[in-house]
């Protein structure tokens, strides 16, 4: 069994692929090549926003963003304790000072009752991640910061295609990231990303920095970074966002099946009513994972842990400060287990590793 089945995935589009990649290698347009237009606007049709932009990876993504909302040293921007480190991390390289706050120990996502404590004079905005497909609160968390004057970026590098309120991941605040690393629901063959937003000075700023800040060739209106996406990612990405809503719904259909069989065995994620996942992880938490981990892999089928260790606790944010005290992430890394996640995973191997759980924890 494969945690996120690619293989599959390719032979289901292989002629659609193979075909999109011939086409850009023979028009030799491997950068900003058609596609990437063509691309931006599928991307920004399918979220329902003006303007989607891509770039080279959804770490890019962020730091991309940052840069066109000007952050800059001594700012400090809002950020969850518990996700992966690229959120927090690209506030750091940008020279600002990342604040984690505690997430919420139902959807995991950032707590919007832990935020108003830690904005100071010098915050600038709050990054919610949309963890594991599910879209945070997005309401609670711009009303936040519009009583404060910040700005708010959802990372949805785990939640392009997922809905909140009726409403798509991405569009849900002034400017929004995604990934499309191959193993996020929609991926591409390498890395990339895209940023989302209604505001074109900000679309059109973004559209610089990316290019090394150039309005035309060789004439460069600010300081910017080699950003762009691959001609070739886009096309790859142009025939999976074919099939995408089939997958989503494919997603759900996996994680149902999950839930039905786990209900009562561990405890299982819980997607809130106004909120549609995309699943990009089906994660349960348990008090002995380790054992289950062990359990699992002995029949071969693999597991992730989605994050062993809070951001705040990371030798890499030693110098911020900010403590340990941040009892829900600590006790999610403590207890998360992802399980195989992908559209073509069939109901008997769900059911094989339902089953395999099932044994390990009731012997």
Not at 52 to 61: I, Q
Not at 215 to 222: A, G, N, P
Request: proline residues 6%; glycine residues 6%.
């Amino acid at each position: 069994m494969i945690f996120c089945d690619l293989h599959r995935q390719y032979r289901e589009y292989k002629h659609e692929i193979d075909a999109a990649i011939a086409s850009v290698i023979a028009e030799t347009a491997f950068i900003n090549g058609p596609d990437i237009q063509a691309l931006e606007g599928e991307l920004a049709a399918y979220a329902n926003v003006p303007h989607a932009l891509t770039c080279s990876s959804g770490s890019d993504a962020i730091s991309l963003a940052l840069m066109a909302l000007d952050i800059k040293s001594g700012d400090e921007v809002i950020c969850p304790a518990f996700t992966f480190i690229a959120t927090a991390s690209m506030v750091s390289i940008v020279g600002a000072r990342p604040v984690f706050a505690d997430v919420d120990p139902v959807t995991f996502n950032l707590d919007p009752e832990k935020i108003e404590a830690k904005i100071t004079p010098r915050t600038k905005g709050i990054i919610p991640v949309s963890l594991y497909g599910q879209p945070a609160d997005m309401d609670a968390i711009n009303a936040i910061a519009a009583r404060h004057g910040l700005w708010v970026m959802e990372d949805a590098a785990q939640s392009f295609g997922a809905s909140y309120k009726g409403k798509r991941s991405c569009a849900l605040s002034r400017i929004a990231t995604s990934s499309f690393f191959p193993a996020k629901p929609l991926g591409c063959y390498g890395d990339g990303g895209a940023l989302f937003t209604d505001d074109p000075v900000l679309a059109e700023k973004i559209r610089m920095i990316r290019n090394h800040g150039q309005v035309k060739r060789y004439y460069h209106k600010m300081v910017g970074v080699n950003g762009r996406m691959d001609t070739l990612q886009a096309a790859i990405l142009r025939v999976k966002l074919r099939h995408f809503d089939r997958e989503i719904d494919e997603r759900n259909r996996v994680a149902e099946t999950y839930s039905q069989a786990l209900k009562g065995v561990v405890d299982i994620p819980t997607v809130l009513a106004h909120n549609r996942s995309v699943w990009a992880q089906y994660t349960i938490r348990t008090q002995d994972r380790d054992a289950l981990r062990e359990a699992l892999a002995a029949k071969d089928i693999p597991t992730a842990v989605h994050y062993p260790m809070p951001l705040p606790s990371q030798e890499a944010f030693a110098d911020l400060g900010q403590g340990t005290d941040f009892p829900v992430s600590n006790r999610l890394s403590e207890t998360v287990v992802s399980l195989p996640m992908h559209p073509f995973l069939s109901s008997e191997e769900i059911h094989y590793v339902a089953d395999t759980i099932k044994e390990t924890i009731h012997g």
